[in-house]
T-cell receptor
């Protein structure tokens, strides 16, 4: 199975700014998912984008998928301190494989 | 609904001891998973189950055994714990294949001395 790789590893921004995280992977996928993990907690599903989709929105989240470049991006608009967490992409082949995550710090 | 629950939340073992981690879900999900999370490593799949009475190996199965005797429960066993198994263990469940949204438990922090 393959592993998505998030970039950057860490990101620090101010409240109100936008945060962009990227995920790259190596082989063809059926779908790609993004999860959030608050410190000391389990992961929470944010959004799933299928291989035939290019963009998806959910509230302040916008996810894009470029299968030709084998990459996805997660944009959080108008960030809040409560968005401080680690964000993981997960790619699906026979099972779901998680990347190592991006740690996002949003300062008030 | 409680969702996915894990027991215990914390545990300290000595090398060679055994223990069982319990995962329970009340969402009637068919699929259940056990992951471990180590610093800088992301989540790695240990074992998973596609239904009651079935189990399958994931990416890092060595040193672990699992059982799914009831649909709502998925047990992870360590027969002879090693320091390399110090980690945070997460259980998850989903309605169907892994390409559905997975619901995670709060985790079990295990330290092996």
């Amino acid at each position: 199975s393959q592993q998505g790789e998030e970039d950057p590893q860490a990101l620090s921004i101010q409240e109100g700014e936008n945060a962009t995280m990227n995920c790259s992977y190596k082989t063809s996928i059926n779908n790609l998912q993004w999860y959030r993990q608050n410190s000391g907690r389990g992961l929470v599903h944010l959004i799933l984008i299928r291989s035939n989709e290019r963009e998806k929105h959910s509230g302040r989240l916008r996810v894009t998928l470029d299968t030709s470049k084998k990459s996805s991006s997660l944009l959080i608009t108008a960030s809040r301190a409560a968005d401080t967490a680690s964000y993981f992409c997960a790619t699906e082949d026979s099972t779901l494989t998680f990347g190592k995550g991006t740690m996002l710090l949003v300062s008030p | 609904n409680a969702g996915v629950t894990q027991t215990p939340k914390f545990r300290v073992l000595k090398t060679g001891q055994s223990m069982t981690l319990l995962c329970a879900q009340d969402m009637n999900h068919e699929y259940m998973y056990w992951y471990r999370q180590d610093p800088g490593m992301g989540l790695r799949l240990i074992h998973y189950s596609v239904g009651e009475g079935t189990t399958a190996k994931g990416e890092v199965p060595d040193g672990y055994n699992v059982s799914r005797l009831k649909k709502q429960n998925f047990l992870l066993g360590l027969e002879s714990a090693a320091p390399s198994q110090t980690s945070v263990y997460f259980c998850a469940s989903s309605t169907g294949t892994s390409w559905n949204e997975q619901f995670f438990g709060p985790g079990t922090r295990l330290t092996v001395l």
